[in-house]
């Protein structure tokens, strides 16, 4: 399969715990994007990386959370101290800055997510 | 700000009827505008996308939508809908902010009834 994986794809935790989930984006992409999705709401955008560059950060993103990409390949999303406010689906896509038209018209081709429950 | 308005949480569609699912957005610049879909275990995938030109855009699976910027709205249609259609839509506007930074309605649910 050549599309974007996630692990885990469920993830079940006690509040206060740190957890940490991985993207592997389609191999010839340099964009890799996180978002977080709860029950009964569109995605909604947490992280850009373009290779191994974090270039754009949500204020969703508070400092619990961290997300590296290192190398430019696989990336990592991490949760400190985890509360049950982020009991969400985490999505990962990725993207490539490579072909015709507009240069930030590329797709994004997301990955099935990881489910997280915070109890 | 920015924002997609999805008005219907629910649409009911009995299978090989039509199907139209509205989008309304907000957004000062020229939209760039997508509609996704996300079946149960799976992730989201893109159905068809409008930057410019034709504001009848062809998309996968017998999707079509139609851009009117008078209305601001980028509704999906479908002449005839499969069981395999239902799943939940999601529409969403790009923005421009040197890379494709999607924000995304609160989706519509479609059931298909035999």
């Known amino acids: 399969d050549t599309g974007v994986s996630q692990n885990p794809r469920h993830k079940i935790t006690k509040r206060g715990q740190n957890v940490t989930f991985r993207c592997d984006p389609i191999s010839e992409h340099n964009r890799l994007y996180w978002y977080r999705q709860t029950l009964g709401q569109g995605p909604e955008f947490l992280t850009y990386?373009?290779?191994?560059?974090?270039?754009?950060k949500s204020r969703l993103l508070s400092d619990r959370f961290s997300a590296e990409r290192p190398k430019g390949s696989f990336s990592t999303l991490e949760i400190q101290r985890t509360e049950q406010g982020d009991s969400a689906m985490y999505l990962c896509?990725?993207?490539?800055?490579?072909?015709?038209?507009?240069?930030?018209?590329?797709?994004?081709?997301f990955g099935p997510g990881t489910r997280l429950t915070v109890t | 700000a920015q924002s997609v308005t999805q008005p219907d949480i629910h649409i009911t569609v009995s299978e090989g009827a039509s199907l139209e699912l509205r989008c309304n957005y907000s957004?000062?610049?020229?939209?760039?505008l997508f509609w996704y879909v996300q079946s149960p275990g799976q992730g989201l995938q893109l159905l068809l996308k409008y930057f410019s030109g034709d504001t009848l855009v062809q998309g996968i699976k017998g999707f079509e939508a139609e851009f009117k910027r008078s209305q601001s709205s980028f509704n999906l249609r479908k002449p005839s809908v499969h069981w395999s259609d239902a799943a939940e839509y999601f529409c969403a506007v790009g923005l421009n902010t040197g890379f494709q930074k999607l924000v995304f309605g609160t989706g519509t649910r479609l059931l298909v009834s035999p």
């Open positions: 990386f373009q290779n191994e560059a974090q270039l754009e």
């Open positions: 957004y000062g610049a020229t939209p760039y």
């Open positions: 896509a990725s993207g490539s800055t490579g072909g015709v038209g507009p240069r930030w018209s590329d797709e994004q081709y």
